[in-house]
């Protein structure tokens, strides 16, 4: 108790007095509070705890996974199940920029709004998915050869028209080699830890490859009687080796600084090489 002529002289000093011991209360009351909470969460948690299994922990964990899954990959620019095609599209997309050099997992997976860990679920290595990507790749050549075959006009003379098919088959693969050198070098870039494409690997929409479609077109030269069929067993080698080192020539060679007219000049003359070979 503070004596009433000490707090007469001082009115300053009793507010002092006063305020602290406000601010004491509140304290003492703010900590009790507290630990008053505390022990209701512990008291609630503990019993759960107690029961928590290997089940449960397993459980409780994807759950977690999933939410900092959802969390950190709200714009994720795939569906829900498809982070395998997600991978593999940006693997084609490094491809058609950078050549098989550039088809790493850890771009593809940021190209595709994912964790590094993440691609380890569908692709085991880098050598993995730069086979996928090499197929895919394959695929968009033989696509472009088909394509260019369908839009031929119909030829009345057979022999005529085989020698067109065959001759536009050989421009289509120049053709994908020159305007897509990324996807071209891909294609013929399979690891040599993995293995080489199987028949259905690698095709149009014919179910062929550029080296099966080029066979049928060989076929097709023997049944309307335009080369011989003694010379048609293994005619393919000579023909993709023509338009193949024509290609990379072009690209990566000494030919790739040719214009337009001279390229022109140079695919006419390995065409008509190979046609005389047959």
């Known amino acids: 108790m503070v004596a009433p002529s000490w707090r007469a002289r001082s009115g300053r000093a009793t507010l002092t007095i006063v305020v602290s011991r406000l601010i004491a209360n509140t304290a003492r009351q703010t900590v009790a509070r507290t630990a008053s909470r505390r022990r209701e969460l512990i008291g609630g948690i503990g019993p759960r705890l107690l029961k928590l299994t290997a089940t449960t922990l397993t459980m409780l964990t994807r759950e977690v996974d999933t939410v900092n899954m959802l969390a950190a990959t709200s714009s994720r620019p795939y569906h829900h199940g498809r982070l395998r095609e997600a991978l593999i599209d940006a693997g084609v997309a490094l491809a058609r920029a950078g050549g098989p050099e550039a088809v790493v997992l850890r771009a593809a997976t940021r190209a595709a709004g994912v964790s590094n860990n993440a691609a380890y679920r569908h692709f085991a290595d880098r050598d993995e998915l730069l086979r996928t990507v090499c197929e895919q790749c394959m695929s968009r050549?033989?696509?472009?050869?088909?394509?260019?075959?369908?839009?031929?006009?119909?030829?009345?003379?057979?022999?005529?028209?085989?020698?067109?098919?065959?001759?536009?088959?050989?421009?289509a693969y120049v053709e994908f080699a020159t305007t897509e050198p990324g996807w071209f070098r891909t294609a013929f870039a399979v690891p040599r830890t993995m293995h080489t494409f199987a028949p259905c690997e690698g095709t149009g929409a014919s179910g062929l490859g550029p080296y099966e479609?080029?066979?049928?077109?060989?076929d097709e030269l023997v049944e309307v009687g335009a080369i011989p069929p003694e010379r048609r067993p293994e005619a393919e080698y000579?023909?993709?080796?023509?338009?193949?080192?024509?290609?990379?020539?072009?690209?990566?060679?000494?030919?790739r600084d040719l214009p337009a007219a001279e390229r022109e000049r140079a695919l006419r003359t390995v065409l008509g090489l190979v046609a005389r070979g047959l």
């Open 238 to 255: 000579s023909a993709w080796s023509a338009v193949h080192g024509l290609s990379t020539l072009l690209n990566d060679g000494p030919l």
């Open 213 to 218: 479609l080029l066979g049928a077109r060989l």
């Open 141 to 171: 050549l033989a696509l472009i050869m088909e394509e260019r075959i369908a839009a031929l006009p119909t030829d009345p003379d057979p022999v005529a028209g085989a020698w067109t098919r065959f001759g536009v088959l050989g421009r």
